[in-house]
């Protein structure tokens, strides 16, 4: 019989769904140009970093895999809001998740009850770009690398203010190992985020401030602050002139952020490798790679197997570090 009739394309079209199905895989999941749109959860405002990059992927990936991809904000508790969406998603590939290492590593350590587990909630699809993040100074003190700053802030207490972004994040855990290495009284003093932070510090309203390269970058070629430290096992591309805790004594800030892409747990492999090598595919474009870097970001893929162990080790030691400064997860 020929396959135009239309009994016989009925048989065929339920035959292939029912294969579909068998495998665990949604047809929208692995459809090219579906109407419906995948959504990429962001836990932080529009505006921001985390939020400019997502969109740049975003809007990349849907030329490329015939798709529409959308930023969908769920702001609030440090990403938490956004991780909890996206283990509540269904594993149909329709829904992904753009974090940080802040909240699919440190939430999880802080707080009672997350409501998620990287481990068990989230598919580690690929690591997007890692972000360095920085100690700065205003440019008014004599302090250029961390010897400087520790005699400076030793020789006054109240100059060992140091700004982070948020409370038990990861420049807070650092502003106190900074202090044992120092010698120095240093403390943190949290912000509802880096830009608010960053303005407080080039107005002279604290001595010194960390959060992400990204945030710093921009008021460093400026003139309006000084950066005489930052995260890694190397200097960043983007800042070559600013030497490494690492190169200067500090142990245990050898890990620079990163931001990374997550499916919910059950999503079918092949799903998550369609959308690997998309995104590999992505972010070798020049003209991705110079937006994102243009975010104080460095493009460094990895795919989940890579990032799941990263995961691993990041939370491994600023689990130790969390712990030995007394904190209690609220």
């Not at 690492?246 to 369609?274: C, D, H, M, W």
């Amino acid at each position: 019989m020929s396959t135009s009739c239309p009994n016989t394309r009925r048989r065929l079209l339920g035959a292939a769904t029912a294969l579909t199905l068998s495998l665990g895989l949604s047809a929208p999941a692995l459809a090219q140009g579906s109407a419906q749109p995948v959504r990429i959860l962001v836990g932080f405002p529009a505006g921001g970093g985390v939020d400019a990059a997502s969109r740049h992927v975003a809007e990349v990936l849907s030329q490329q895999m015939g798709q529409s991809f959308v930023v969908d904000n769920r702001t609030g508790a440090g990403g938490q809001i956004a991780a909890v969406a996206l283990k509540q998603a269904p594993p149909n590939g329709q829904t992904l998740f753009m974090s940080n290492d802040h909240t699919v590593v440190i939430v999880p350590q802080t707080m009672k009850s997350p409501g998620f587990n990287p481990a068990t909630d989230f598919v580690p699809v690929a690591r997007v770009v890692q972000i360095a993040f920085g100690l700065a100074v205003h440019p008014s003190t004599q302090a250029h690398r961390l010897a400087d700053y520790g005699k400076w802030v030793r020789e006054q207490a109240d100059r060992g203010a140091v700004g982070v972004p948020a409370p038990a994040s990861v420049p807070e855990f650092t502003t106190g190992l900074l202090g044992q290495h120092l010698g120095a009284a240093t403390n943190a003093v949290p912000y509802r985020g880096g830009a608010p932070m960053v303005a407080d510090l080039i107005g002279g309203q604290i001595p010194a401030g960390i959060t992400s390269l990204s945030e710093l970058l921009p008021q460093q070629k400026a003139g309006k602050l000084r950066v005489i430290a930052v995260s890694g096992t190397q200097r960043s591309a983007l800042l070559p002139d600013a030497p490494t805790f690492a190169e200067q004594g500090v142990k245990g800030v050898e890990q620079s952020n990163f931001l990374a892409l997550y499916a919910p747990a059950g999503t079918p492999a092949p799903v998550i490798k369609r959308y690997q090598d998309a995104l590999r595919e992505a972010l070798a474009q020049p003209a991705l790679r110079e937006k994102l870097e243009s975010l104080g970001m460095q493009v460094d893929f990895a795919a989940g197997d890579v990032l799941g162990r990263q995961m691993t080790q990041m939370t491994e030691t600023w689990g130790q570090l969390i712990r030995a400064s007394g904190f209690k997860p609220q």
